[in-house]
């Protein structure tokens, strides 16, 4: 499976970014992380096949996992961004079952978000 990711920049906070990644290939699970500076990478949300979700406790109610089958690619809506989800983001695919700390082996380049 590979990944490339897309939509990165800057947002000012209360304000929104939307990221995509292209996949080439099939996942039966696929996730979006973040690393921001001298933090270790966390989990943001993941989708699995069946369209189930899950979120991290910090972007619940506020960003949105989606996957579009015609296009193959796995969307993150964020909204009501704050300094704190600035960094850099990566999608990544895995195997069931699809939870944020599961099995991860693909990964993208990463693209990156800044809020201020």
């Known amino acids: 499976v590979q990944l490339v990711e897309s939509g990165g920049g800057s947002a000012q906070a209360g304000g929104s970014l939307r990221l995509s990644c292209a996949v080439s290939?099939?996942?039966?699970?696929m996730g979006w992380f973040r690393q921001a500076p001298g933090k270790e990478r966390e989990g943001v949300a993941a989708?699995?096949?069946?369209?189930?979700?899950s979120y991290a406790d910090s972007v619940k109610g506020r960003f949105t996992i989606s996957h579009d089958a015609a296009k193959n690619t796995v969307d993150l809506q964020m909204d009501s961004v704050n300094v704190e989800d600035g960094g850099t983001y990566s999608c990544?695919?895995?195997?069931?079952?699809?939870?944020?700390?599961?099995?991860?082996?693909?990964w993208g380049q990463g693209t990156q978000v800044t809020v201020s």
């Open positions: 990544a695919a895995g195997s069931p079952p699809c939870e944020l700390h599961g099995q991860f082996n693909s």
């Open positions: 290939g099939h996942s039966d699970c």
């Open positions: 989708v699995d096949s069946n369209g189930a979700t």
